[in-house]
């Protein structure tokens, strides 16, 4: 029977037994923690399944996984300090395919004043990449410390990346789209912001595979119920012209656009700063579950973001 | 033009530019190394191109894959602290598939006291694992570190897990070879033996890709001359056999076979304990490159081992 990726992971946390006493959080939250203050993320991204080559140059392809990776970091409120690649390459692949795809990396690497520190490179039918970050944090925040009370907030704009990737897919006009192509192409993890508001949050998790999955993690790891506010999520303009020009559902696009590697988090007053976007978005209360109060009425809001495993996605990428 | 394996490793050195203080050795050594002892390594395994499922249970896979990574921390003189897998899993991979893996990355994982810390895990059209394992070492050991004078000395067996490979692929009578297959399929790391040796040993490597390769990195690396004496090496019976039985040069099978995943190190004086295998195999000099004493003639040993990128493979694996 083939497994969806809820249950690929809980089958594996069981298998993994836990041994050390160096390890305070294993597997279960955006990274591994260490008592020392250590994290540690790895993720894999692989072509024609995480990116397309028709319309990312290399350089992005490089840029983007090292973001996505390093959000992570950021979810864990630490500073990165090494990334490591896994390379997959096919045969054939030409020096200076490589030499953009590493270009890409180090970019963001340079940004974070850390460094592609090692790696592996294996031979594949296929372009894959595997990476690893490191991070160390003084105070790390964790999906599960979300409290009965504590506002929701969230950085930047919901689904502006998603916007961006089928902008960009759909060939429109790229002007009108370019904040979010920039936000698709380059998702700038928030490890600024994250240490930045480090001492005001409670539970974290960034917004990788759309708002209703993150937010059902920090419900679920938390213990507590969690109250979307409709009205007051941060949309773009953009993302609602696209929704019309694609004849895309708005709510469902915001609900499940997953990649926008925003800050998804909770504190105990709405966050505002000067000098970026922070959005109080909905509360936490006693109780469990993601619900949605949209014109006065409550409901239910299940998981509609993205499934690694796939077979049930609900939401299909268009 | 596409590339081999150190003609990328090159280039991919010299864009990953340095920037942290807190990395003693980052690129080009078997782990990057921080100043607080932290040693990381990531490895790649791909169906087809690493493993091949029509002889090999996927508890062996994953076990097999554990032991290779964490090869890498021994070579560094550490103990591990932590295992990452990123797994790659094909559309209608079984449960029970998934449980098999895990069960035999993680009995590696018991057996050093440390386990599998988080993960990724994405679809895939093929069975592929990208793995990170983090150590922590008082007192590391480098490629670096062969100085002219010493010996070099090497645990366990010359060739012995291919050995093993080559009888279960060409189902040879399974308990003649049975050493050499458990060699193959579960390939202990020598952690305990690294830490052991620790105190003695100068320049250190793991025989991942072939003696003559592993030997010309330590060269290398250290700025040494390598003499190997062919007379020295610890050649197991059934590797004699094996080459007789397939029709397969000994001399070229022991100096190209992989994946042993034995130490291959320096000292002053040639190594000996009473807990494991460990022998006195040649000498380190002023000079460069990899020697070849045989029949009291010296001649220059070029790397026969594994390329990861493949075309230029000087020995293709039968």
């Keep these: ?3 969806g990726e809820a249950k690929a992971i809980e089958l594996i946390a069981r298998i993994a037994r836990r041994r050390s006493r160096e390890i305070v959080m294993g597997i279960g939250d955006d990274a591994a923690l260490y008592r020392d203050g250590l994290v540690v993320t790895t993720d894999a991204y692989l072509e024609g399944v995480h990116f397309d080559r028709s319309y990312l140059e290399l350089s992005a392809v490089g840029a983007r996984a090292v973001c996505g990776t390093l959000s992570d970091i950021a979810a864990m409120c630490a500073r990165p300090i090494g990334v490591f690649v896994s390379l997959m390459v096919p045969p054939r692949t030409a020096r200076r395919d490589l030499r953009e795809l590493y270009l890409g990396m180090d970019a963001v690497c340079s940004l974070f004043d850390t460094e592609i520190a090692g790696g592996d490179i294996i031979a594949s039918p296929r372009l894959g990449l595997a990476l690893t970050a490191l991070g160390k944090t003084r105070a790390p925040r964790l999906r599960s410390a979300a409290r009965p009370g504590d506002r929701l907030c969230v950085t930047g704009h919901i689904a502006l990346a998603e916007t961006g990737r089928l902008a960009l897919k759909h060939g429109l006009n790229s002007k009108k789209y370019r904040r979010a192509i920039e936000r698709h192409v380059c998702p700038i993890p928030r490890i600024k912001e994250a240490l930045r508001l480090a001492p005001r949050i409670h539970g974290l998790i960034d ?8 937010a059902g993690h920090l419900a679920t790891e938390s213990g507590v119920r969690i109250v979307i506010d409709r009205a007051a999520l941060p949309v773009a303009p953009e993302t609602v012209e696209l929704c019309l020009e694609l004849g895309l559902d708005l709510d469902r696009f915001l609900f499940s656009s997953g990649e926008d590697y925003e800050l998804l988090f909770t504190s105990q007053s709405a966050l505002r700063s000067p000098q970026f976007a922070v959005t109080g978005v909905g509360s936490v209360a006693r109780g469990s579950g993601v619900w949605l109060r ?15 495993l796939g077979p049930k996605r609900a939401n299909p990428k268009p």
């Design 294 to 308: 949209d014109n006065g009425k409550l409901r239910r809001l299940r998981p509609s973001g993205y499934d690694h």
């Design 207 to 214: 917004t990788s595979d759309g708002l209703s999955t993150d």
């Design 1 to 3: 029977m083939p497994v």
